[in-house]
């Protein structure tokens, strides 16, 4: 909901490793290797699982915690998961094994422990973590959704932790896998079903709505920071913005209305920010996040393609992004941006930082296209 973007889960060759696809956990010769990495969890299996060892060190009121300290600090930043229901699984003890092991290490490094609390492993556990690839392997539709979140959250780390080649690499791998699986073409009606009947159920389809937007921000923060073109093209998607919150469960009623989707031209932006920034829920702030985004990457790619390749047509198509970003600002609600929390509508104060990154986004993509090259453009620098 605020800043949103920022495996050994399937069968791997590599590791040797079989998924039991009762339980949804790792089996077989490879997975002594596996399990090593998730000792010290607490028994957190079902009847059919297998038993759990306990050898890293982390308590079940460690693992308590920092299950909670993702959804009070991380999943903010990179929203997957319907709160209600990860926590239901986590207490029932039917949660992904692999999938809660990353929630917990990513969770425990980004944020840290509280003083006196120590896992060794938790270096070696992330490193082995990052080397195996969920969707390296093909694996059902229904556990395909988890594959893809441990892929977001481990990209997500990649990219926040460990900035460079390997993340812009491992992020550009997931958002080809993406496209291949046909994730943004999810509302398609004309679409080749991949996912089965999965779809069908709204909830379900939410979710997975979610995934895919989050590799969208992947792919833009990435690309942006690379000067590298994107993987994920605005014309190609056909997949509809969120309409509800991840924060209750799967059971509650998917809104009704029709489901919009992102313009490919972004001198029509304005009609989602318009609509998204009166409404002021995490749905709607998560929108506005996604067309603050997209106004970013239109700047990223005429500065990126003004410095390599200047012609008059870019300056035609800078001069009109600068319209369609004005166009954007001057349809956003009174107080949208005023940097301060606004105390009168008792804003909270996620949803500020929601609305701050948003005007992050739209004060670096006019810083952007402000910036210019030549001596021809000094008087549009001195005037902006």
Known sequence: MSSFFSDIFVASPATECQLNTDAGFLTGYGATQTQSLLSGLSPLVPAAGPPVPSELGISAEMQ???????????????????????????????????????VLAVTAKSLGLPHGWQVANIDDCLQQLLKTDPLDAPTQPALLLDAFRQSCLLAFYRFHQGHGG???????????????????????TDRYNSFGDILANPANLEEWRYVWWCIYCLDSYSNITAATPFVLEKESIQTALVATSLEGSSDSRVGSR???????????????????????????????????????????????????????????????????????????????????????????????????????????????????????????????
């Open 166 to 188: 390997d993340a812009w690499d491992y992020i550009s791998r997931l958002s080809r896998k993406a496209l291949r699986l046909g994730l943004h073409q999810l509302d398609s």
């Open 258 to 384: 029709e489901p919009q989707f992102l313009p490919t031209d972004t001198k029509n932006l304005w009609r989602i920010s318009a609509e998204m920034g009166c409404l002021s829920t995490p749905a709607s702030y998560f929108n506005m996040h996604i067309v603050t985004t997209s106004l970013l990457r239109e700047a990223a790619a005429i500065f990126r393609l003004r410095r390599q390749n200047p012609s008059e047509a870019l300056r035609d198509r800078q001069s009109q992004f600068r319209d369609h970003l004005s166009a954007v600002v001057l349809s956003l609600p009174p107080q949208f941006l005023r940097e301060a929390r606004n105390a009168f509508t008792n804003e909270s104060s996620l949803d500020h930082h929601a609305r701050l990154v948003c005007l992050l986004h739209l004060h670096a993509a006019r810083l952007l296209n402000t910036i210019t090259f030549d001596m021809s453009d000094d008087s549009e620098w001195t005037t902006a």
């Open 64 to 102: 308590a915690k920092l299950v909670h300290d993702f959804f009070d600090f991380v999943h903010y930043s990179i929203p997957l998961f319907r709160k209600e229901d990860f926590l239901q699984q986590y207490e029932g003890g039917t949660i992904n094994r692999s999938l809660l092991l990353t």
